[in-house]
């Protein structure tokens, strides 16, 4: 069986932190390709679930059910026991899942997904698998589209107008102020600065409990202020962790785009920092998964593109 790596946190939040990611990556997992699509691309209204962007989805022709958009997520689709069933989802066979650290793996089913369909296309011959339990309330998250979904594709996330649409245009070449190429690999990796400081920085549209978030050992190379303080408890799939917050004396950027991020929560699972959601509420977030490139247009302020 093959091997994903979960990140589920949720369990025992402390100090109104809700903690509400559903899904993150490894780097042992293979793209599983884009999908054959029909129909014609058009905007969707994007939903959110605690802050993270999503849509609603037909799953052969049944639904609609909320799909979070996870841009740390592999794979196509996943959907939960209870969507499956509705949708007539037949098991294909078992995985192995476990958190980035490898430990305790669990066992989740895989389906059989002939059509998945969104903002004006049909995905066809995808894959999906099933969604573990987030460990916190629920709401009405149904599945998480991943990226592979897009390989072939521009996917747009309209945070400002609450749009999702996916395209066939590429980006222009990456200039270092707005657009951004990022490295082979499951995770969109991006030169994230706080102050003069560069982290390497996981764009996660999935993690929906802070702007930022860093290693821990980054944190006393930071400028900051006042005392670390304790604002939650993270769970994976086979841990859970303390979760801690200080406020920046610092501006977090990358090229022209500046953050609006006050205060840097650690530490992460993986030795990256993490942009979430929170950190793009007032931009356009365009992925162009063919070229490997990204970018962020802040549509806040008068002077807004």
Known sequence: MMHRRNLLLGAGAVGGLAATKAFACGAQHPSFG???????????????????????????????????????????????????????????????????????PVTISRFKLGEASFGGLTFMATQADE????????????????????????????????????????????DGQTIFDYPAGELIQLPVKIGDVTIPTHLDTGQTNTAMMAPADVIPRLATHGQPRLVGKARTVSQTMEIFAVALDAPVSLGAVRFPVTEVVYPTVIPIGNLGSAALQQMVVKIDRPSRRVQFVDKAGPSAV
């Open 34 to 104: 884009a999908p054959r699509t029909r129909g014609r691309a058009q905007p969707a209204a994007m939903l959110s679930f605690h802050g993270m962007p999503a849509v609603a989805v037909l799953i052969e022709g049944k639904g609609p059910f909320t799909f979070g958009i996870d841009t740390g997520a592999p794979g196509h689709f996943m959907v939960t026991k209870e969507v499956a069933s509705a949708a007539g989802l037949t098991v294909a066979g078992q995985i192995q899942t476990s958190d980035p650290s490898g430990n305790n």
């Open 131 to 174: 969604l573990p339990p987030l460990g916190a309330p629920g709401g009405d998250l149904q599945g998480v589209i991943g990226m592979d979904l897009f390989d072939g594709q521009t996917l747009v996330l309209d945070f400002k107008s609450r749009l999702v649409s996916v395209s066939s245009e590429r980006l222009a070449a990456a």
